[in-house]
């Protein structure tokens, strides 16, 4: 590991809003931000991947 | 999968889940059925959204296997789809928890391990943002204190009484931070013509706690648990008279996860 890495990139900033996007679910659903968030909003994880 | 445990407490606050990989969709419903995820798992083969977050781990080779992961973590949203707070492992070694973040962001409640200590001064409820963690997991401790009327304690810039303090014990395999105390309320003694900072009445303390890789971790794990303690030290008043300075014993009990290999979380 390096010992001074460069800060990673994490995009959208605290107070902006994210790019919109559309994404079929495990059970093949299509899915955007309106529908996959709650009244007060959404916790949106990314992983690597479920076969790491 | 500790995000589920915590997802029921995010439906009640109005937070829907939502978790992406480059998988394909197919993977991903495998994987659901195996692991019994109650949120969507969202499908990014090519890696296109990873890309328009502007996320894209740009270290790994275009020929590598690996090819199209992001940088991981996770954007919490508000309702119009703005950034509230987000968390990026910047090394491997930090993994914030959902539950550190629903005690720091929507004012959590004490769960059910929490444990409680009555002294003739006040109470004081200690508990964590998780019931379970991993190795390399960075949780939050919480002390929550209530105060008699006309009780009261010294925050930590007063001078002349013993301030309230919350010591960590110094032990290997766990990096405590800093404590957030609140703000505090000025006081005014009018027999000594002093105006002193204080807390009364209810009071949360908060310390984030990281703890190491299990190798690190296993001299302090028992059955599979792992216990934290601390101090609180403070001195109490009320309107007539002060009491000695106390000391009082913490402990957090938290359940160890064994390590799975699956990141989605």
Known sequence: MASAQATIPTGPDVGETVPTFEASDHLGRTQTLSSLQGKNGLLLIFSRSVDW | ?265
């Open chain 2, 1 to 265: 999968m500790q995000l589920e445990r915590k997802r029921k407490e995010l439906e009640e606050q109005g937070i829907g889940v939502a978790a992406l990989t480059y998988d394909p969709a197919e993977t991903l419903a495998t994987f659901a059925e195996r692991v019994d995820i109650g949120y969507p798992l969202l499908s990014d083969p090519g890696s296109e959204i990873i890309k328009r977050f502007g996320i894209l781990n740009e270290s790994v080779p275009t020929d590598h296997q690996f090819y199209g992961i992001p940088h991981p973590g996770e954007y919490w949203l508000d309702a119009d789809g703005r950034v509230t707070a987000k968390f990026f492992e910047q090394s491997h070694q930090d993994r914030f928890t959902a539950g550190r973040t629903l005690v720091r962001l929507f004012d959590a409640e004490a769960g059910p391990s929490a444990t409680r200590i009555e002294t003739q001064h006040l109470t004081a409820t200690a508990w964590a943002s998780d019931e379970e963690v991993r190795g390399g997991n960075r949780i939050a401790l919480v002390v929550d204190l209530e105060l008699p009327e006309k009780m009261h304690v010294y925050a930590p810039s007063v001078e002349g009484y013993i301030p309230i303090d919350w010591q960590a014990e110094d032990v290997e395999g766990l990096d405590y931070f800093a404590v957030e105390y609140p703000e505090a309320q000025m006081l005014r003694l009018d027999a000594i013509n002093e105006t002193v900072p204080v807390y009364e009445g209810s009071l949360r303390l908060i310390r984030d706690v990281r703890l190491g890789q299990p190798d690190d971790l296993a001299h302090l794990v028992e059955n599979g648990r792992v216990t934290l303690r601390g101090k609180l030290r403070y001195q109490a008043c009320d309107d007539k008279v002060c009491y000695l300075p106390q000391t009082i014993d913490l402990e957090w009990t938290l359940g160890l996860e064994s390590h799975d290999r699956m990141r989605v979380e």
